[in-house]
């Protein structure tokens, strides 16, 4: 039924976005951590989403029978940018030069990044309500 599978893809991009959400606070949290359990500066991490359909199945298949379906999370990805370096000869972390690296995260990005999975969370929150009040207004016709 087309209607429950709209509310699938919402829900979907629900999860996906929260997700998300979750991963960036993680990262803002570690904005300054020097040391994980590798012995390295924390990593800024990234979550890759897919549709569960891909590209070539909507090329290949009939309109008709096409299947809508939503997001989902794939991975978590670090990134592999350089580490910051910053002088402070008094860091425990520091190196023979006074200089510690610090983690790849920048709370620029980050904030733009939640900013952005706020407004797709948002935006399936607003789907999710409009296939909602269509539904209830359909029962009202049938009244």
Known sequence: MA????????????????FRMDVISENIANIDTTRTENGEPYRRKMVVLTSENSFKEMMVKNIKDYEAGGVEVTEIVED???????????????????????????????????MEAYRAYQANVTALNTTKQMAVKALEIGR
């Open 80 to 114: 592999q940018s350089e580490f910051k370096l910053v002088y402070d000869p008094e860091h425990p972390d520091a190196d023979m030069n006074g200089y510690v690296k610090m983690p790849n995260v920048d709370s620029l990005k980050e904030t733009v990044d939640m």
């Open 3 to 18: 209607f429950l599978e709209s509310l699938n893809i919402s829900g979907s991009g629900l999860t996906a976005q929260r």
